[in-house]
């Protein structure tokens, strides 16, 4: 039987604060597991957290030339020229984005390279390139791939709702080459493979050397840091001196707490069982998450009571989206017009402000956990870096939940101050706008410098 008072409603409100919350003491559990998965996955053993050697090191600064630059990895893809001063700036002249249509995010792999090339072309065309020289350019494409050198690799497995078939185990490099000469297109070296994390430590340390960290928090999330090569055991040793970037792949990161709807959101996701942190932190995934609490509570006759029946509006997956809960929170209006907005455009004429403060305060709940579990592994990074402190740290981060959620980075902060204390003074975390375009040619110029290939 439903039991719709409103000392109930609270009750289970407060029951889901506490489902959802992320103690200090859960954080301080969580980097410790996190530390022992880095270096499960540094020496090559069984691990969540891939850590995956880039071949690459941060910039100097210094790098100059001129770059085409892929970026695969949401529903965009996007092409572009971008210009590097070696005096810290990066200009992007021509840049062009396309959706990549559901057909071949979800289709075979030779469909997915055959849209990627016929871009460029139109790329090519529209900027009027002069296609009788070449031109080095570099592929950021954001999935786990498993490098065998700075332009080579093979991916190990889609995420964010890519499906392609033919791509995984395959050499990403290699299809492109493949779809350019189907296209008949041999004006492009491609000569840097790179992860968006990596590009976006490449794009924040090429104008600041305390980035040491490069995370992602968007439709997808993940992070790479600067590691020793002698630290990375699994490396082979002629790579193993100095210092090269590794891409966590800290979205499959599963030695966290989850909740009955991750479970449920998990089932009926394309790869279930994988990228267990990725659902819980972010844009892909936040809105689900909410949209199943809000069935819950629509079931048990505690929020749209006066709109029947209300749990048939919010059947549909994706029917609240994350940029849904990002207007919803970021309300500040007595009344919550934007949350009813939002509920209108929805179908639902009946609704009241309690309704609303319900809604506002579930997103807040959803975001708050993304926000501290982000936190929390960016804070497990860093004190495998620098254990005291002794330094200070510029995290660069890109991604729509950074940028534009309001609050996250507040909270992301809250949780540093609740860990360290002043010493979280030492640590910057800034918004590193364009990584995945600045960022690979960046490291396409690091690539083409003496050390190409060797760090
Ligand atoms: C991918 C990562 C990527 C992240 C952010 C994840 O789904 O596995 O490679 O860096 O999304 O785009």
Redesign the pocket.
């Known amino acids: 039987m439903i039991d719709a008072s409103p000392v109930a409603c609270e009750e289970f409100f407060s029951y889901l604060e506490k489902l959802f919350s992320i103690s200090i003491n859960d954080i301080r559990v969580m980097i410790q597991d996190f530390h022992a998965e880095m270096g499960k996955g540094l020496s090559g053993d069984e691990s969540s957290l891939k850590m995956i050697p880039s071949f690459i090191d941060k910039p100097k600064g210094t790098e100059a030339g001129e770059f085409l630059a892929l970026d695969l990895?949401?529903t965009n893809f996007r092409v572009l020229t971008v210009r590097l001063d070696g005096k810290g700036n990066a200009n992007v002249p021509f840049a062009s984005k396309f959706a990549i249509p559901q057909k071949d995010m979800q289709g075979t792999g030779v469909a997915l390279f055959d849209f990627i090339v016929g871009c460029i072309d139109v790329f090519l065309t529209e900027n009027h390139v002069d296609r009788s020289k070449t031109y080095d350019l570099a592929f950021t494409f954001?999935?786990?791939v498993e490098q065998t050198s700075i332009a080579a690799g093979k991916l190990i497995v889609w995420?964010?709702g890519f499906t392609a078939t033919g791509v995984q185990g395959h050499d990403v490099i290699l299809l492109l080459n493949e779809a350019l000469r189907r296209k008949d297109i041999r004006c492009i070296n491609i000569t840097a493979l790179a992860?968006?994390?990596v590009g976006t430590l490449a794009a924040r340390s090429y104008i600041d050397p305390a980035c040491d960290l490069g995370v992602?928090m968007?439709?997808?999330?993940?992070a790479c840091y600067r590691e020793a090569a002698s630290r990375i055991g699994k490396l082979n040793t002629v790579d193993a001196h100095g210092h090269m970037i590794v891409?966590m792949?800290w979205?499959n990161f599963d030695k966290v707490r989850v909740t009955c709807y991750d479970r449920l959101l998990d089932k009926a996701s394309v790869n279930p069982g994988a990228?267990v942190m990725?659902k819980m932190v972010?844009g892909m995934y936040l809105g689900e998450i909410t949209r199943l609490v809000l069935m819950d509570l629509i079931r048990r006759g505690f929020i749209l009571v006066n709109e029947t029946p209300a749990a048939e509006y919010f059947q549909e997956r994706g029917s609240l989206k994350t940029e849904d809960m990002s207007r919803i929170e970021g309300d500040r209006t007595d009344r919550l017009d934007g949350v009813a907005l939002f509920f209108e455009r929805n179908g639902f004429s009946n609704i009241t402000l309690h309704d609303k403060i319900l809604l506002q305060r579930l997103c807040r709940i959803i975001s708050t956990r993304a926000a501290r579990l982000g936190a929390a592994a960016i804070s497990a990074v860093l004190t495998w870096i620098d254990p005291k402190f002794k330094d200070v740290h510029t995290v660069g981060i890109d991604g729509s939940l950074f940028e534009k959620y309001p609050g996250f980075k507040t909270k992301m902060m809250n949780v540093l101050e609740e860990l360290y204390g002043e010493k979280a003074e030492r640590i910057t975390l800034v918004h590193a706008k364009d990584g995945s375009g600045k960022g690979a040619a960046i490291i396409a110029a690091v690539a083409a410098s003496s050390e190409a290939g060797r760090v």
């Not at 968007?218 to 993940?222: C, I, K, M, V």
């Open positions: 990895g949401g954001s999935f786990p995420t964010k992860n968006d994390t992602i968007g439709t997808g999330t993940n891409n792949e979205g990228m990725e972010s």
